[in-house]
Nanobody
Framework: VQLQASGGGLVQAGGSLRLSCTAS????????ISWFRRAPGKEREFIAR???????NYADSVKGRFTISVDNIKNMVHLHMSNLKLEDTAVYYC?????????????WGQGTQVTVSS
C-alpha cells in the first residue's frame, strides 16, 4: 500500500508543472486527497484538497494557479501548477485519508521536489 509521487523538477518562474501521485493497494476514490508542501525552513503548508467530485479547496496562495484532480480509472491524483513563482519552491507531498471504524487511515507520498528559478 503506497502513494508514489512524481513530476517534480526545475522550472522557470511563470512556467507550469504537473505533479502526480499513483496509489497502489487502495482506491483513491474512497479517500479525501490533499497536496501539501514544505519549503526549506518552513512548516508544512496545505495546498489543495479534493473529496469526491464536488468538494475542492485551495490555499489562498495557490488559488487560481493550481488545480487538483483525480483520475479514478488510473487511480492517480494530479496537481496542475501554472504561473509558478519562486515561493512555490518546496517538496510537495500527496496525502490520502479516510475515516475508518478503527480510526483514520492515512497515507503519504514520499514527496517530490519542485524548484522554481528566476
Amino acid at each position: 500500500v503506497q502513494l508514489q509521487a512524481s513530476g517534480g523538477g526545475l522550472v522557470q518562474a511563470g512556467g507550469s508543472l504537473r505533479l502526480s501521485c499513483t496509489a497502489s493497494g487502495f482506491t483513491l476514490d474512497d479517500y479525501a486527497i490533499s497536496w501539501f508542501r514544505r519549503a526549506p525552513g518552513k512548516e508544512r503548508e496545505f495546498i489543495a484538497r479534493i473529496n469526491g467530485s464536488s468538494s475542492i479547496n485551495y490555499a489562498d496562495s495557490v488559488k487560481g494557479r493550481f488545480t487538483i484532480s483525480v483520475d479514478n480509472i488510473k487511480n492517480m491524483v494530479h496537481l496542475h501548477m501554472s504561473n509558478l513563482k519562486l515561493e512555490d519552491t518546496a517538496v510537495y507531498y500527496c496525502n490520502a485519508v479516510k475515516e475508518d471504524v478503527l480510526g483514520p487511515v492515512n497515507y503519504w507520498g514520499q514527496g517530490t521536489q519542485v524548484t522554481v528559478s528566476s
